[in-house]
């Protein structure tokens, strides 16, 4: 990423790349997580459907960024089971949608693509702040970066803050008592655990920070 916020798509494709490993890396983790108030089976549905969307990004002709994020997006939302692949799935369609019509796709595409992406996890999962879900990760790093921007900080700087917010979020969901999705089913007992959903969002973040700051930390 360049001082103006500017992304290749080798970047952004790197990206996805990264996000894939991560998710691979931690699959039983957050399996383990799923176990104790969801399906146990966030980790591995994730990590298939990350799978599929970078053979889908693989086989794509040229580096056009729209068309390979809305072929992950459209990958996850075959091939992922439960509510994930549509939610992330419509996410990542987002993220393609933003980058059309463009010259070039930068940060403040990718925020708006953020943007867009949160209001369809709403619209599909009726949930909102609090309830323990993903959106508790995403919306404190769509708010982080929306403020980093407007006062002028560098595009880095506003990326980690956003990594640095969805992480403070996802850890925020462990006294939560979940509203929505298959924890809700718990009722008081989904309190004292952290959200899958919450933790995969967070790590969807930090991913941009490792591969678009210099120096990112994972």
């Known amino acids: 990423m360049d ?9 952004v494709t790197g990206w996805v790349r990264r996000f894939a490993a991560v998710v691979a890396g931690n699959r039983t983790y957050l399996t383990d997580l799923d176990s104790a108030i969801g399906d146990a089976d966030h980790g591995a549905n994730l990590d298939r459907g990350l ?25 996850l939302i075959s091939t992922v089971g439960g509510a994930s692949g ?30 867009a992406g949160i209001a369809a996890i709403v619209r599909l999962g009726k949930a909102g702040p609090g309830d323990k879900t993903m959106l508790d990760a995403l919306l404190p790093a769509r708010d ?12 880095a700087a506003a ?10 979020g996802m850890r925020a969901t462990i006294p939560l008592v979940a509203r929505r999705g298959r924890a809700s089913y718990l009722g008081e007992r989904s309190a004292g655990h952290q959200d899958p959903g919450a933790t995969s969002a967070a790590m969807l973040i930090r991913a941009a920070a490792d591969v678009w700051v210099a120096g990112g930390q994972g």
């Not at 982080?144 to 595009?155: E, H, N, W, Y």
């Open 144 to 155: 982080a970066i929306a403020v980093a921007l407007a006062s002028g900080a560098q595009p």
């Open 159 to 168: 990326v980690r803050a956003a990594a640095e917010a969805a992480e403070d």
């Open 51 to 75: 799978q599929a969307a970078l053979a889908r990004i693989e086989a794509l002709e040229g580096e056009d960024v729209t068309a390979a994020l809305r072929a992950a997006g459209s990958a």
């Open 86 to 115: 549509p939610l992330y799935g419509s996410l990542f369609l987002q993220f393609g949608a933003a980058a059309a019509g463009h010259d070039w796709y930068g940060l403040i595409e990718w925020a708006a693509g953020l943007d």
């Open 3 to 11: 001082e103006a916020g500017r992304l290749s798509y080798a970047e």
